[in-house]
């Protein structure tokens, strides 16, 4: 999608329009407003969570264009033209997607809160590499902090993905 | 990951403990639907705010409302309470009636509440929250433990003790002075922020006529019940508490969420009723919630030269903070796992909980056992190098052995052979070896990076202590539902732990059923029985028994009654048969009630007898690696072995193992929280450093198990047992690496880079 541009005013509202899980929105928003408040309040997507607010959990990733980022710290603005994906879009017509599949199988959520940016920050991984090893894995996941797993088994459900992604 | 062999559940397994079951509720925390208390919202919605004192200690002078910069601000469209809209009392319901939800006069510590706002806008409300003015006459804080111990200063009674016990067995005085050596240690342990992902959150709407529904993150319900009524002076049908989907407590929501419940509550009241949601930023949670209490222990041992120890002298102390909030119950577990798993026939130990002008410290996995744990296998080492025998060798020396007593003179009765439990661990982690292998990398004068393997040997008692459980008389149960689906009744809460998975396959095979018949219903204090909270490794092993013993009278019922009468049955014909009963007879419901079994005896006045029902017992090892350029410590292997009666569900249980190890190695290498004129100055992720995924060692997980006769299919608690070993093994491998000089190098934590810099500076 093209980008526009836009005379912003001081508190002023600006209209944007994005996608989001492949549908189209249209916003006006806030120029202090974050990213993570549009999904979560104006698109009512509130599967994205606020760990921190300040990039360093990871709870609020999504995929913004292709790459994963902390929506905390992107300017609601910024999103104007752009093609996201939540982890509401990760499963389809309420099947889970294979990642989750793994997640579920073998016990990468406990309490569930960091899970939404774990699932987007797997699935990222898993789009760049075809073969992870461990290390890979580790340092991919490096910026998505979980205080309940010990991470064991979510390297468990990702690496478990290459037997999958062979198939 | 080496872990032990487990299979994910099969569609034709009957029975359902045993089995990795999968998370009844993982579906939905997937897919993003689970919902939490920020991803609720009301029409007509406030947000609250809290004003607090930003120095320690104090009296309120003056509040100033300055003047708002905006068009659109106005004091008038805020909602404001303070002390005196308090309906009720303004005391927090827990144990002692001395922590007021809102501040009058008396400031005891920075960020204590003072005033509450409330407004529509969130960008008003924060600008309101900077205009108010607290002006607080300062008086000199004390603000550490060992100041208060030392009574630099008074600020309670005529010695600063919040709570102190004194526990005696045999003749300590007569030991100390018989004994070959008498052998003397000092141990440290700091704070230690739960830092669940999900921060602190409630919802409250308050009605004239109904009364007051809260909804929120919390482990305990009933809790949160009894504060709220009392702030109030309602009744307790008048108050009605919901927990919403929970990411994460680790104790940091056991008692912390009643005031923050009774915050955005008095808003609503205020507001004439309009929702109020409040939720805490990370750092307002990191700064203002409870935290683990830091702790000083000091031992002094009567060893003979033979490696017997023949008595233990300990004090243990605890920094409690202003308010004793559960104060009293940390310092008890502390002192009750202070002589470790050995035995000796001479115990003294003194045990205090002191009062300081810091924030109150809580609940925190592990609740008092892994500072006093920590203590006493640190000074075991000490011990065994002066009586000159290895580690494990001392160890097996003195383990406790069915029949011996306790420091309570609880006769140990759990048919769990230590002995035999560290030669598994130590064959699993090849431990020998790699101590020898790491004793002759390390004595090369060029090599940067030196290597340590530890162990820690350890039990939990899980449920509450003593005649704990016997007053908290918890009830749970099951019903069936119109639909024929079975439902569990109980006011524990899902954090992340499984409850949810545990208690469906306890019932299930308690009922001949499925696990999918079944559903376990949303802790709302109007809708499940008073099961007691969620805390003390409790759950699978007190309330999970209650709803097994429930779940086997309703099909009792049903067989006395001439339904199911076939010997093996479908989930259909389970479900038709109590559809028929219901129709003949109304409702089918059973509720158990928690009755201490008889062969327990505690006595409370004499701090004498069965402490805990049973202990799961474990050994830990740890390997590290310590880079003598960077200074940094990295685990990178880790053993964990437990007996635990019973594994439940596998991959949950080996779960919470992972997760406790994560948490048991942030508390000993990374997590420090720092104050400054008694605020924490490091509130947030950025500077609080706890374990990425990067920093995450191998962690290998064995159970055996040695079923506890009243433990649902022999199950013992197990949450909080990896706190206590995990940070000893890891010191315990970091003086193998780096050596001794006896000079307390590496006798506290967190123990940082630049700690290690410091010592290894000093020698």
Known sequence: MKKTNKKKETGKKTRITCVINKKIYSFNVHPMMRALDLIREEAELTGTKEGCGAGECGACSIILDGKLVNSCLIPAIDLDGGDILTVEGISEKNKLSKIQKSFLERGGAQCGFCTPGMIMASYDLLKRYKNPTLKDVKEGLSGNICRCTGYTKIFDAVLSMKKIMKK | MKTTSRKLVKESTTKFVGESVLRKEGIQKLTGDAKYIDDVKFPNMLYGATIR?????????????????????????????????????????????????????????AEEPILLLAHEDKDLLEEARRLIEVEVEKEEPLLTLKDSLEKIKIIKGSDNVLKSYLVEKGDIEKALKEADMVIEGVYETGLQEQLYIENNGMIAVFNKKDGITVWGSMQCPYYVQKAVTNLFNLP?????????????????????????????????????????????????DMAVTTKRHPSFT????????????????????????????????????????????????????????????????????????????????????????????????????????????????????????????????????????????????????????????????????????????????????????????????????????????????????????????????????????????????????????????????????????????????????????????????????????????????????????????????????????????????????????????????????????????????????????????GRVINNGFTNYIVLTSDDTPDIKVLFEESPYRHGPQGAKGIGELPLDGTAPAIMNAIEHALGCKNKNEFNYIPFLPEDLFSVLEKN
Not at chain 2, 61 to 70: H, L, M, P, R, Y
Not at chain 2, 246 to 274: N, V
Not at chain 2, 484 to 511: H, P, Y
């Open chain 2, 53 to 109: 004192s930003k120095i320690p200690r104090g009296k309120i002078k003056n509040v100033t409302f300055k003047d708002g910069a905006s068009d659109k601000f106005s004091w008038q469209d805020f909602i404001i309470v303070d002390y005196k809209d308090i309906p009720g009392e303004n005391y927090v319901a827990l144990i002692e009636k001395d922590q007021p939800y809102l501040a009058s006069e008396k400031i005891n510590h």
């Open chain 2, 298 to 677: 000091r031992h002094k041992t009567a060893v003979n030269k033979d490696g017997k120890i023949i008595g233990m002298d300990i004090e243990f102390y605890l920094d409690g903070g202003a308010y004793l909030t559960l104060s009293s119950v940390v310092l008890s577990r502390g002192l009750l796992h202070a002589t470790g798993p050995y035995f000796t026939p001479n115990v003294k130990i003194t045990a205090k909980a002191l009062m300081t002008n810091n924030p109150p410290n809580g609940a925190f996995r592990g609740f008092g056992a892994p500072q006093s744990v920590f203590a006493i296998e640190r000074h075991m080492e000490k011990i065994a190098r002066a009586v000159g025998i290895t580690s494990e060798n001392l160890r097996k020396k003195n383990f406790l052995k069915d029949g011996d007593t306790t420091a309570t003179k609880q006769i140990i009765n759990d048919k769990v052979d230590l002995k035999k439990l560290v030669d598994h661990a130590l064959k699993e982690s090849d431990f020998l070896k790699k101590r020898n292998l790491f004793d002759k990398e390390n004595r090369k004068d060029s090599q940067m990076i030196k290597k340590g393997i530890g162990l820690s040997c350890f039990m939990h008692g899980a449920g509450f202590t003593g005649s704990g459980e016997k007053y908290l008389a918890s009830v749970a149960g099951v019903t069936v539902g119109g639909d024929g689906r079975i439902k569990i009744l109980a006011a524990n809460t899902e954090m992340g732990q499984g409850k949810n998975t545990v208690f469906s396959q306890i019932a299930a095979d308690a009922l001949g059923i499925s696990v999918d018949l079944i559903d376990v219903v949303q802790p709302d204090t109007a809708v499940v029985p008073n099961s007691g909270p969620t805390v003390a490794s409790r759950t699978t092993m007190i309330v999970g028994k209650l709803v097994e013993t429930a779940a086997k009278e309703l099909k009792e019922r049903l067989q006395d009654n001439n339904y199911l009468q076939k010997k093996g049955y479908s989930d259909d014909e389970f479900s038709l048969e109590c559809k028929k009963y219901i129709k003949k007879n109304g409702e089918l419901k059973i509720l158990k009630r928690y009755d201490i079994p008889p062969e327990i005896k505690w006595d409370e006045e004499r701090y004498e007898g069965d402490a805990y029902g049973t202990f799961a017992w474990a050994v830990y090892i740890a390997e590290v690696s310590i880079d003598l350029v960077t200074f940094q410590t990295k685990v990178e292997r880790f053993t964990a072995l437990q007996e635990v009666g019973k594994v439940v569900n596998p991959i949950l249980a080996e779960g919470q193992i992972e997760g406790g190890v994560a948490q048991g190695i942030g508390y000993a290498l990374y997590e420090k929280v720092i104050c400054k004129e």
């Open chain 2, 236 to 284: 307790p049908e008048k108050v009605r508490i919901v927990q919403m989907e929970t990411g994460g407590g680790f104790g940091g929501k056991e008692d912390f969420p009643s005031i923050l419940a009774g915050h955005a509550a008095l808003l609503s009241y205020k507001a004439g009723g309009r929702p109020v949601k409040m939720i805490y930023d990370r750092s307002e």
